[in-house]
């Protein structure tokens, strides 16, 4: 069903898929959590409408041309991409912007995320055991999770002061999907302890960004499709 797309809410298109056979559908797309979890940080009115991304609807595919999540619908203008959408935020809604878009220590770039995603993929669909493919991705989640690491060091947050960024957003919509798809993958990968090397990280997920993660990256939301 479309949403009545009500005026002065941002909807939120948030990308999801079936993990495995006869499970719901769960939203995965990081990309998408990090927009719904900075949305909420800001405190504006909004609605989270998951879409089956192996399953569009037919509207989805009509109202939002770039086919992929995360997409906001706002007083009828449509934004779409999450680099996009983050610059769009800023600019409509300056003052509660202010809560989020901070001084930030580091910053996880979109291309190393785009490069942890890749890597899922290919796991999951793998019917063999490769073993050599699981080391190969063990590996680079260790790229990835090591430069964050190191920037968590001297406040704890990726923000200035230990204030909740956009930037701390990005980065723990990427660790979290991590820790949630390792148990449903093969081999070495499998209920892999994501963040047993990583101290800093284990922390800051723990007492900052896990509970914010499960708000916008859990199984239930207000509307499913």
């Known amino acids: 069903v479309e949403p009545d797309w009500q005026r002065e809410l941002v909807y939120v298109l948030h990308g999801g898929c079936r993990v495995a056979d006869g499970l719901p559908v769960t939203e995965t797309c990081p990309f998408s ?42 007083n009828g203008e449509v934004v779409e991409d999450s680099s996009v959408i983050l610059g769009w935020l800023q600019r409509m809604f300056p003052q509660e912007g202010k809560r989020v878009f901070v001084e930030e220590v580091a910053a996880m770039d979109k291309p190393v995320m785009v490069m942890v995603m890749g890597t899922m993929g290919p796991v ?8 050599q493919l699981q080391d190969k991705t063990r590996g680079e989640w260790a790229t990835a999770l090591l430069p964050l690491e190191t920037a968590l ?21 990427m660790v979290f999907l991590m820790e949630v798809l390792s148990a449903f993958l093969p081999g070495v990968l ?36």
């Open 124 to 131: 999951l669909q793998d019917k063999t055991g490769d073993k």
């Open 33 to 74: 959590m990090q927009v719904l979890g900075i949305v909420r940080e800001m405190g504006l009115p909004h609605r989270c409408v998951t879409i089956d991304l192996g399953n569009k609807p037919e509207w989805f595919k009509s109202k939002f041309k770039s086919g992929t999540t995360p997409c906001v619908w706002y």
């Open 190 to 225: 499998k209920d892999m302890e994501v963040l047993a090397t990583y101290p800093r990280i284990a922390k800051w997920m723990e007492s900052s960004m896990r509970g914010r993660m499960v708000a916008v990256g859990a199984p239930m939301r207000e509307m499913r499709l």
């Open 153 to 173: 060091e001297e406040h704890g947050t990726l923000g200035v002061g230990g204030a909740i960024s956009a930037g701390d957003y990005k980065a723990a919509a």
